[in-house]
């Protein structure tokens, strides 16, 4: 069974363990991980930040960005199908106390005149905007790439509103191997950035939060609070640093997949794909059954998700071959035909 239902579900690889096991480490909550400090410093050298900060989960990095940005009784504007409006347990509402703003986004995701659209005025019982989320590669989008003149365009919309950018990079690894970019284009538009380890470059656990010295000090003090400081966290930065140094290139494959995967289900009883810039491959239905669909390719080899009654999600990553995956692909092709045209047309 090949499992494409998330870049979270691949195992650490030998290598990995190996790292892990050999890492030094110390109470990064007392005085320090050395194994956290170098990674930290790692990751702030490659996005071209002052300075970086660990973190336990992307959520709780963009929670954390939330809280040092924006005053509650602030709103964030940000795409109406970003990850943070509909997987994060409304944090920004419940945690920094921020009303989250969705923004329709014209084409595929939010642009500039979208977010400019968007703005408030300044008057007296208006809300007051507090931040800015972008979100890049988009997840909801089918892994889109917004590219760096895009994120300076909503940067500067932002700044004439006087309020700062954060970006949900996730998958900003994606982004970078995709385009060939540098990661320090992407980031340069933005005020803070979160970066996931445990998606793409295949880590158990972490993200880390990377901007200014000052935005990184007063983050440190915010993940404290929410119980995310960690003690010998260099276990876990072995891991981050290992898919860092030894497994960003390997993305370049998941790619080359989403997207022989993608050419190969569009049409399928009428459905299609939308085309990955990455490694996710979004498959729109002609009509609701994307349960049908995820238990027919699942009877054929391959787990997905459902995204939508109408959108099922495919996601392409290390721990799949591909050999393995060209040998299920007509299969599951067929499959989702199959599904859909047994399945009821209405609804
Ligand atoms: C775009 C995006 N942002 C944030 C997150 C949250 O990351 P985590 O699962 O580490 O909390 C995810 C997770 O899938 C994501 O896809």
């Given at each position: 069974?090949?499992?494409?239902?998330?870049?979270?579900?691949?195992?650490?690889?030998?290598?990995?363990?190996?790292?892990?096991?050999?890492a030094t480490v110390g109470?990064d909550?007392?005085d320090g991980d050395p194994t956290t400090r170098a990674l930290e410093s790692?990751?702030?050298?490659?996005?071209?930040?002052?300075?970086?900060?660990?973190?336990?989960?992307?959520?709780?990095?963009?929670?954390?960005?939330?809280?040092?940005?924006?005053?509650?009784?602030?709103?964030?504007?940000?795409?109406?199908?970003?990850?943070?409006?509909?997987?994060?347990?409304?944090?920004?509402?419940?945690?920094?106390?921020?009303?989250?703003?969705?923004?329709?986004?014209?084409?595929?995701?939010?642009?500039?005149?979208?977010?400019?659209?968007?703005?408030?005025?300044?008057?007296?019982?208006?809300?007051?905007?507090?931040?800015?989320?972008?979100?890049?590669?988009?997840?909801?989008?089918?892994?889109?790439?917004?590219?760096?003149?895009?994120?300076?365009?909503?940067?500067?919309?932002?700044?004439?509103?006087?309020?700062?950018?954060?970006?949900?990079?996730?998958?900003?690894?994606?982004?970078?191997?995709?385009?060939?970019?540098?990661?320090?284009?992407?980031?340069?538009?933005?005020?803070?950035?979160?970066?996931?380890?445990?998606?793409?470059?295949?880590?158990?656990?972490?993200?880390?939060?990377?901007?200014?010295?000052?935005?990184?000090?007063?983050?440190?003090?915010?993940?404290?609070?929410?119980?995310?400081?960690?003690?010998q966290s260099g276990?876990?930065a072995a891991?981050?640093?290992?898919?860092?140094?030894?497994?960003?290139?390997?993305?370049?494959?998941?790619?080359?997949?989403?997207?022989?995967?993608?050419?190969?289900?569009?049409?399928?009883?009428?459905?299609?794909?939308?085309?990955?810039?990455?490694?996710?491959?979004?498959?729109?239905?002609?009509?609701?059954?994307?349960?049908?669909?995820?238990?027919?390719?699942?009877?054929?080899?391959?787990?997905?998700?459902?995204?939508?009654?109408?959108?099922?999600?495919?996601?392409?990553?290390?721990?799949?071959?591909?050999?393995?995956?060209?040998?299920?692909?007509?299969?599951?092709?067929?499959?989702?035909?199959?599904?859909?045209?047994?399945?009821?047309?209405?609804?």
């Amino acid at each position: 069974m090949l499992d494409l239902r998330s870049d979270t579900v691949t195992q650490p690889s030998t290598g990995m363990r190996a790292a892990m096991a050999e890492a030094t480490v110390g109470d990064d909550v007392l005085d320090g991980d050395p194994t956290t400090r170098a990674l930290e410093s790692r990751v702030a050298e490659l996005l071209g930040t002052e300075a970086a900060l660990y973190v336990p989960s992307g959520t709780m990095g963009n929670l954390i960005a939330l809280c040092v940005h924006a005053r509650p009784g602030t709103e964030v504007l940000l795409d109406a199908e970003s990850h943070i409006v509909h997987w994060e347990l409304a944090g920004a509402a419940a945690v920094a106390g921020v009303q989250v703003r969705p923004v329709r986004a014209s084409d595929a995701v939010m642009s500039a005149a979208d977010l400019a659209a968007a703005a408030r005025g300044r008057g007296r019982y208006e809300v007051p905007a507090g931040v800015v989320c972008l979100e890049n590669t988009h997840n909801g989008a089918g892994g889109r790439v917004s590219l760096p003149s895009a994120l300076q365009a909503m940067a500067d919309v932002a700044a004439d509103l006087g309020i700062p950018v954060h970006l949900d990079g996730a998958r900003l690894w994606n982004a970078h191997v995709a385009t060939g970019l540098p990661l320090a284009a992407f980031v340069a538009p933005v005020d803070s950035v979160m970066v996931s380890f445990s998606k793409g470059l295949g880590a158990p656990v972490g993200a880390a939060l990377a901007g200014s010295a000052d935005f990184i000090a007063r983050a440190d003090r915010v993940r404290k609070r929410l119980g995310g400081g960690l003690r010998q966290s260099g276990v876990l930065a072995a891991a981050a640093r290992y898919g860092l140094e030894h497994q960003l290139d390997t993305l370049a494959q998941d790619h080359a997949l989403a997207r022989a995967l993608a050419s190969a289900l569009d049409g399928a009883g009428g459905a299609r794909v939308v085309p990955p810039d990455t490694n996710i491959v979004m498959l729109d239905l002609p009509h609701a059954a994307a349960d049908e669909v995820v238990a027919a390719v699942s009877a054929v080899g391959v787990r997905a998700s459902v995204w939508s009654t109408t959108r099922v999600r495919f996601v392409l990553h290390r721990d799949i071959p591909a050999d393995a995956l060209t040998a299920l692909v007509p299969g599951v092709a067929e499959a989702v035909a199959r599904a859909l045209v047994g399945a009821p047309t209405s609804g």
